[in-house]
């Protein structure tokens, strides 16, 4: 059963602390998706990849935020140093693009909070 | 730029009653379309997609058709049960996957 695999499915930590968050898409899709969730923002697209090479991260803090694909089997969310207002839902999905668009599948996510 | 709209929630409903949900885009060329649905605690799954003008996505009792002249893609289901409160979100996808801001439905016995 493919499914995305996200960890830890939940963090507490406090503010300034460096935290990272880790995905495992799903065997031969090229390309992953970061969201973060929240109640006033709805989900919003942090960045994606595509066979390991960012497209957009635009969605994204950048002084505080990155996303790496260190291998096709893993991808990563880093925040340093944290803040009170990262605390959301963050997403990752994996879909397999090609000509025709397909559907993403998304991971359990994993809850952050920041005290 | 492009965009996804749905109504407003929460839609709150009787069992057995009919669910209209709005979706209209703006996005250049031809997206697909989805909806996707999100229960309590879990992350987002598919519920149906179209990829083309006039195609019409189903599951679970829930259709809807993706209409380009009116750049919309409305999810339906005649008759909806308590099984079915969750959030709803409308999508599309050209080469990034954007979504709307989703809509809650609550569903009463």
């Not at chain 1, 960045?47 to 991808?75: I, V």
């Not at chain 2, 979706?23 to 083309?52: I, R």
Request: glycine share 8%.
């Amino acid at each position: 059963d493919a499914r995305v695999t996200q960890t830890p499915r939940d963090k507490v930590t406090e503010m300034g602390q460096e935290v990272t968050m880790r995905c495992q898409p799903i065997l031969g899709h090229n390309t992953v998706f970061w969201y973060r969730q929240t109640m006033m923002q709805g989900l919003e697209l942090l960045a994606y990849f595509r066979n390991r090479a960012p497209l957009d991260d635009s969605g994204m803090p950048k002084d505080r935020f990155s996303a790496e694909m260190p291998d096709a089997t893993l991808a990563t969310l880093k925040i340093q140093p944290s803040e009170p207002r990262d605390s959301a839902v963050y997403f990752c999905a994996s879909a397999r693009q090609g000509l025709l668009n397909t559907e993403a599948f998304f991971g359990q996510g994993t809850r952050l909070t920041v005290v | 730029g492009n965009s996804v709209t749905q109504m407003e929630g929460p839609v709150t409903l009787s069992e057995e009653a009919f669910l209209t949900i709005n979706c209209t885009y703006t996005a250049t060329g031809y997206p697909s379309l989805f909806w996707y649905v999100q229960y309590p605690g879990e992350g987002l799954q598919l519920l149906l997609k179209a990829t083309k003008a006039d195609d019409k996505g189903s599951n679970k009792g829930f259709e809807a058709t993706y209409r380009k002249e009116t750049t919309s893609f409305h999810l339906e289901k005649g008759s909806v049960q308590v099984s079915d409160s969750a959030v709803y979100f409308c999508a599309y996808n050209t080469d990034k996957l954007i979504f709307g801001t989703g809509t809650r439905l609550q569903v009463f016995p």
